[in-house]
């Protein structure tokens, strides 16, 4: 019963490098989420995608590109890493229910840039 | 936009005892949904206990329970018997009834600490 698998769980980047993190869920859930969670600031919504084929931006999309390559896979992606992306990265996943279902997380990567 | 405030960045509790953590919201919307998630040193999010704002009754999960006061807009989070094991970071979190997004609004957490 795997959940939600997130892939690396650490990384170290200099900036300005590139990198995708991925995330696939197995629990056929519509919608998943990507959270950055930083010190005194709580888990902040980057982008999200409600079903397959649509994304849209969240709080703090900012230096961030997403794909949901199909209903399981939603990835993030960097293109020019900075140090203000230090940061732990959680994806999420919600089912087409009620809106009391809980959203299921990974385990976090933990993100350091140089 | 909705927010979700925790007013207390770190909290303590003698073991076995009781301790209460707070947060408050701001929204517009009648209709929405309130959680609680906790996360252990494994970074795992863990979820608590949840509320439908259309409920008056308080959830309860074993030695979980909330005060839900709508009219306020607070949602405490009550743990009974401390356990070891309760020592994490606590998150507040909000999602609104409309839409299909299903999104959270977190809060900025509190840290639980049980002592021996």
């Known amino acids: 019963n795997a959940g939600v698998t997130q892939t690396p769980k650490f990384q170290v980047l200099k900036t300005g490098q590139s990198m995708t993190l991925q995330c696939a869920q197995d629990m056929n859930h519509n919608s998943m989420y990507w959270y950055r969670q930083d010190p005194g600031m709580g888990l902040r919504l980057i982008y999200y995608?409600?079903?397959?084929?649509?994304?849209d931006k969240g709080e703090v999309p900012n230096g961030y590109n997403v794909s949901r390559l199909n209903k399981r896979e939603f990835s993030l992606r960097l293109e020019s890493a900075a140090p203000s992306q230090t940061s732990v990265y959680f994806c999420?996943?919600?089912?087409?229910?009620?809106?009391?279902?809980?959203?299921?997380f990974g385990n976090g990567t933990r993100l350091t840039v140089t | 936009a909705q927010t979700v405030t925790q007013s207390q960045p770190e909290m303590s509790v003698q073991e076995a005892e009781t301790v209460t953590l707070s947060c408050t919201y701001d929204t517009s919307e009648s209709d929405y949904y309130l959680f609680w998630y906790k996360q252990p040193p494994s970074r795992q999010m863990i979820l608590v206990i949840r509320?439908?704002?259309?409920?008056?009754q308080n959830a309860t999960e074993n030695r979980f329970s909330v005060n839900f006061q709508k009219a306020a807009k607070s949602f405490s989070l009550k743990i009974s018997d401390s356990q070891l094991g309760d020592a994490a970071m606590y998150f507040c979190a909000y999602r609104s009834a409309g839409g299909s997004a299903r999104q959270l609004t977190f809060g900025s957490g509190t840290q639980l600490t049980v002592l021996p």
């Open positions: 999420a996943s919600a089912g087409y229910g009620t809106h009391n279902s809980p959203l299921h």
């Open positions: 509320q439908e704002a259309y409920k008056q």
């Open positions: 995608s409600a079903s397959e084929g649509t994304t």
